[in-house]
């Protein structure tokens, strides 16, 4: 009976190394950890869910608030969209981006006429959206002027936020407002003037600035600057009048104990900024002037 004895428990050694004999039989077994590969992520509906209604408000801001902006965004768009095809246009600046819709080569040097012999007055930034509403629509007035009435929304979007993030949403809903309802914002922004996109692109500078200037970070503060270089390519030196006021609120405010530091970012930024600015034009010059327009 002993040696029988010895070679079962050998035989259960061998067999089940490693297992306890006394281990409960009832215990639970222990989940596979969180970052298992063969375990698929767990779906959280209701975040999802919330990502999609977009129209509620965010978790830091009112109730209010986003319905709020969603509203005076869509009445704006209304009224800058309204009676659209009867929208009055700039002649020259409108047969301009007509040309420039016709061929590739046009649009890069901002043709003037659909030969392709003279440039327009400025630089061509903001034809560039017109010309290729018109390549996309055909030639309409309306397809000329919705771009200015996309970026007359968006532009009551980004500076809803701007003023948000310095002073609170009700302070930002009514600096909407204000943008929205302007008489000149309005008569800008159902035309085919420059000007909507110069703002457009500002704002969106400015919203830059502001991250930059809260968080100290330095790649908001370049956005920045490649945005003012946009701006450039759209009404040139108007564009950069506010590199004066976005850089002193950054050296001011922003929240780093090196002064040096900061006017490190800011000499990196306005590089940036002249950069981009200049692009443009540096291309068309190394282009020779006789495959080009006429300046």
């Known amino acids: 009976m002993e040696g029988i004895q010895a070679?079962?428990?050998?035989?259960?050694?061998?067999?089940?190394?490693?297992?306890?004999?006394d281990a409960p039989t009832d215990a639970v077994p222990t989940p596979p950890p969180?970052?298992?590969?063969?375990?698929?992520?767990?779906?959280?509906?209701?975040?999802?869910?919330?990502?999609?209604?977009?129209w509620r408000s965010p978790a830091d801001q009112p109730a209010w608030a986003r319905p709020a902006l969603l509203a005076v965004t869509a009445l704006a768009g209304l009224a800058y969209a309204w009676n659209i095809n009867g929208a009055y246009l700039e002649t020259f600046y409108g047969?301009?981006?007509?040309?420039?819709?016709?061929?590739?080569?046009?649009?890069?040097?901002?043709?003037?006429?659909?030969?392709?012999?003279?440039?327009?007055?400025?630089?061509?930034?903001?034809?560039?959206?017109?010309a290729l509403s018109l390549r996309i629509f055909g030639f309409h007035v309306w397809a000329i002027a919705l771009p200015?009435?996309?970026?007359?929304?968006?532009?009551?979007?980004?500076?809803?936020r701007v003023v948000r993030r310095v002073a609170g949403p009700g302070a930002g809903l009514l600096a909407?407002?204000?943008?929205?309802?302007?008489?000149?914002?309005?008569?800008?922004?159902?035309?085919?003037?420059?000007?909507?996109?110069?703002?457009?692109?500002?704002?969106?500078?400015?919203?830059?600035?502001?991250?930059?200037?809260?968080?100290?970070?330095?790649r908001p503060l370049l956005?920045?600057?490649?945005?003012?270089?946009?701006?450039?390519?759209?009404?040139?030196l108007e564009a950069w009048l506010v590199l004066p006021a976005l850089y002193g609120a950054y050296l001011l405010?922003?929240?780093?104990?090196?002064?040096?530091?900061?006017?490190?970012?800011?000499v990196l930024s306005a590089?940036?900024?002249?950069?981009?600015?200049?692009?443009?034009?540096?291309?068309?010059?190394?282009?020779p002037a006789s495959s080009r327009p006429g300046m």
């Open 176 to 218: 909407a407002v204000i943008m929205a309802v302007s008489p000149i914002v309005i008569l800008l922004d159902r035309g085919n003037i420059s000007d909507t996109l110069l703002i457009l692109l500002l704002v969106l500078a400015a919203d830059a600035a502001t991250r930059a200037y809260t968080s100290g970070r330095l």
């Open 223 to 236: 956005w920045a600057g490649v945005f003012v270089g946009f701006a450039f390519q759209t009404k040139m």
């Open 95 to 130: 047969a301009a981006a007509r040309s420039m819709s016709m061929s590739w080569h046009n649009f890069f040097f901002g043709a003037a006429d659909p030969w392709g012999t003279i440039s327009v007055d400025k630089l061509p930034g903001a034809l560039w959206l017109q």
């Open 34 to 54: 969180a970052g298992d590969p063969d375990r698929p992520p767990a779906l959280d509906r209701r975040s999802l869910r919330r990502r999609l209604q977009f």
């Open 253 to 266: 405010a922003a929240p780093t104990a090196s002064f040096l530091r900061r006017l490190r970012d800011i």
């Open 271 to 287: 590089a940036l900024a002249v950069a981009v600015s200049l692009s443009w034009m540096t291309a068309v010059s190394l282009v």
């Open 7 to 21: 070679v079962d428990e050998a035989d259960l050694a061998s067999a089940g190394a490693g297992v306890r004999l």
């Open 148 to 160: 200015q009435v996309i970026e007359g929304m968006v532009t009551v979007l980004v500076l809803y």
